[in-house]
């Protein structure tokens, strides 16, 4: 059985930090890539930053560029966000997902595997 499981959300002051895991568990992911999206209240599930695992290449949504770092540990089959000087306005639950290549990075369609989510909360 494929699982994403998603850890490390939590309540943080706007201009702090949080790291977000998500860990794989089922099949290695050679060949595929993965990425983080976020869905805030009332809103639709936007894509964050995803990542290609094969070679590591980045991808950043505007919103977040400078401000967050997507990574992964092969040998832990774990992918994580670092997320600094975070805003009110990444306050969302952030879910962790993956896809076989190639992707569309932004378009959740192209995701078959995602995890049950994170709550991250930024408090003015």
């Known amino acids: 059985q494929v699982q994403l499981v998603e850890s490390g959300g939590g309540l943080v002051q706007a201009g702090g930090s949080l790291r977000l895991s998500c860990a794989a568990s089922?099949?290695?992911?050679?060949?595929?890539?993965m990425a983080w999206f976020r869905q805030a209240p009332g809103k639709e599930r936007e894509f964050v930053a995803g990542?290609?695992?094969?070679?590591?290449?980045?991808y950043y949504a505007d919103s977040v560029k400078g401000r967050f770092t997507i990574s992964r540990d092969n040998a832990l089959n774990t992918m994580y966000l670092q997320m600094n000087s975070l805003e009110p306005e990444d306050t969302a639950v952030y879910y962790c997902?993956?896809?076989?290549?190639?992707?569309?990075?932004?378009?959740?369609?192209?995701?078959?595997?995602w995890g049950q989510g994170t709550q991250v909360t930024v408090s003015s």
């Open positions: 997902a993956a896809g076989p290549i190639p992707l569309q990075w932004p378009n959740p369609l192209g995701y078959n595997y």
């Open positions: 990542i290609r695992w094969n070679t590591g290449a980045t």
């Open positions: 089922g099949r290695t992911f050679r060949g595929y890539g």
